[in-house]
T-cell receptor
Framework: DAKTTQPPSMDCAEGRAANLPCNHSTISGNEYVYWYRQIHSQGPQYIIHGLKNNETNEMASLIITEDRKSSTLILPHATLRDTAVYYCIVRVSEGGSYIPTFGRGTSLIVHP | GAVVSQHPSRVICKSGTSVKIECRSLDFQATTMFWYRQFPKKSLMLMATSNEGSKATYEQGVEKDKFLINHASLTLSTLTVTSAHPEDSSFYIC???????????FGNGTRLTVT
């Protein structure tokens, strides 16, 4: 199973870019990297996903290294509302089915 | 965007009673739904995978007779906690995906308290 490693916590100042790293050194060639975040006492929220190329949407950018062993989620201008636990997961395949499992994630605190 | 509605958001019940939690995909058809449990300050723990029209697949250690999952349609899955005990108190979250590689979309969770 492809597993991910993330720092347990990070902080950044409001208005600055938040760069959240994720290691997934055992990722397979056809596995996607997904990012979600969970604000306290709410269900997780999908942010972005990618396979090989860098991706950008209205919420964030995803930078995937050329060897695909790590990625970085970038929140370009963090706000206080971005304070949340951020989860990086890869598609875990077992018998052809996708079993989404979550690690501990990174607790991001955005401070004024 | 894809919306998943989970109901109720909070429920308090007495030991020995059963509680049903509903998870609906509002604007897409969910081929697969997942049920998670989360303890305070912990990550999400996958309980079971539910495919429409078939029996749910439970993760190791999850009692299928205690946590009954029904996925009767492409937009509705239910989790019933039977004969609830205080140790079943937790935050339960459902998620749904439309296709195999689609992102997961989550409900807002149900806070269950068993007294």
């Amino acid at each position: 199973d492809a597993k991910t490693t993330q720092p347990p916590s990070m902080d950044c100042a409001e208005g600055r870019a938040a760069n959240l790293p994720c290691n997934h050194s055992t990722i397979s060639g056809n596995e996607y990297v997904y990012w979600y975040r969970q604000i306290h006492s709410q269900g997780p929220q999908y942010i972005i996903h990618g396979l090989k190329n860098n991706e950008t949407n209205e919420m964030a950018s995803l930078i995937i290294t050329e060897d695909r062993k790590s990625s970085t989620l970038i929140l370009p201008h963090a706000t206080l509302r971005d304070t949340a636990v951020y989860y990086c997961i890869v598609r875990v395949s077992e018998g052809g089915s996708y079993i989404p499992t979550f690690g501990r994630g990174t607790s991001l605190i955005v401070h004024p | 965007g894809a919306v998943v509605s989970q109901h109720p958001s909070r429920v308090i019940c007495k030991s020995g009673t059963s509680v049903k939690i509903e998870c609906r995909s509002l604007d897409f058809q969910a081929t697969t739904m997942f049920w998670y449990r989360q303890f305070p300050k912990k990550s999400l723990m996958l309980m079971a995978t539910s495919n429409e029209g078939s029996k749910a697949t439970y993760e190791q250690g999850v009692e299928k007779d205690k946590f009954l999952i029904n996925h009767a349609s492409l937009t509705l899955s239910t989790l019933t906690v039977t004969s609830a005990h205080p140790e079943d108190s937790s935050f339960y979250i459902c998620s749904a995906r439309e296709h195999y590689n689609s992102p997961l979309h989550f409900g807002n969770g149900t806070r269950l308290t068993v007294t």
